[in-house]
C-alpha cells in the first residue's frame, strides 16, 4: 500500500503568514494528490485535487503544487478560518485511498 | 446541491455489530462512489472501503477485510456501512464521501471527495 507522511505534524503561525504543508507520499503516485481542510468538529472539506486544482469556491490563497513522491499546499496569506488541521490523500489507487496524518495550523 | 445525512450516534458494547447509513439527495446516486471514512478520537482519517452502487460489490482497506460490510440501495438512495465484533478501538466518527473520479483527455487522473456527510459517533463501551 501506498504510505502518505506530512511535515510538519503541526505549526503556529500568525493571521497573515505564509504557510507550507508538504505531503510525501511512498513511491510516485504523478499527481494523484488531494487536499483537505478540517475544522474541529466539522466534516474535511475538499481544497485541492490533482496536485493542483483548486476546487470550486476555495480562496484562490490557497495552492497546491508537486508532482511523483513531493507535494506542498500553501497558503498565502493565512486568515483566521484557515486555522484547522490539513490532510492530504492519494488517490493514485483508486481501490484504496490513503490518507496522510495531518498536520494542525494553530495560533502562534 | 448534494447532500449526504447519515444516521443518529450510537452506543454499542464490544462484540456487538453497528450500521450507520448515509442518505444523498440533489445528485445522481448510483454511478459515483460512496466511501466510508473514520475518525478516532484526536485522530486522523482513515479510509474503510467504498462502493459504486450501480456496479456492487465493496472494496475494503485491508484492516477493516472481514469485519466491515459495505452496501447500497440504489431505490432509496441510500448507503450502508456495518462493523462487526466492535472493540473500544471502534470509537469513531464515521463519515460516508462521494468521490468523484477526474479524467483528462480521456485519461483517468484520479478521484477526490467532494460531499461528504455530517459524521456518525459510534461509542463503543461495556
Known amino acids: 500500500d501506498i504510505q502518505m507522511t506530512q511535515s510538519p505534524s503541526s505549526l503556529s503561525a500568525s493571521v497573515g503568514d505564509r504557510v507550507t504543508i508538504t505531503c510525501r507520499a511512498s513511491q510516485s503516485i504523478s499527481t494523484y494528490l488531494n487536499w483537505y481542510q478540517q475544522r474541529p468538529g466539522k466534516a474535511p472539506k475538499l481544497l485541492i485535487y490533482?496536485?493542483?486544482t483548486l476546487q470550486s469556491g476555495v480562496p484562490s490563497r490557497f495552492s497546491g503544487s508537486g508532482s511523483g513522491t513531493d507535494f506542498s499546499l500553501t497558503i498565502s496569506s493565512l486568515q483566521p478560518e484557515d486555522f484547522a488541521t490539513y490532510y492530504c490523500?492519494?488517490?493514485?489507487?483508486?481501490?484504496?485511498?490513503?490518507f496522510g496524518p495531518g498536520t494542525k495550523v494553530d495560533f502562534k | 446541491q448534494v447532500q449526504l445525512v447519515q444516521s443518529g450516534a450510537e452506543v454499542k458494547k464490544p462484540g456487538s455489530s453497528v450500521k450507520v447509513s448515509c442518505k444523498a439527495s440533489?445528485?445522481?446516486?448510483?454511478?459515483?462512489?460512496m466511501n466510508w471514512v473514520r475518525q478516532a478520537p484526536g485522530q486522523g482519517l482513515e479510509w474503510m472501503g467504498g462502493i459504486i452502487p450501480i456496479f456492487g460489490p465493496a472494496n475494503y482497506a485491508q484492516k477493516f477485510q472481514g469485519r466491515v460490510t459495505i452496501t447500497a440501495d440504489k431505490s432509496t438512495n441510500t448507503a450502508y456501512m456495518e462493523l462487526s465484533s466492535l472493540r473500544s478501538e471502534d470509537t469513531a466518527v464515521y463519515y460516508c464521501?462521494?468521490?468523484?473520479?477526474?479524467f483528462g483527455s480521456g485519461t483517468p487522473m484520479g478521484s477526490y471527495f467532494d460531499f461528504w456527510g455530517q459524521g456518525t459517533l459510534v461509542s463503543v463501551s461495556s
Open positions: 464521501a462521494r468521490s468523484v473520479s477526474v
Open positions: 440533489g445528485g445522481t446516486f448510483s454511478s459515483y462512489t
Open positions: 490523500q492519494q488517490s493514485y489507487n483508486t481501490l484504496i485511498f490513503t
Open positions: 490533482t496536485a493542483s
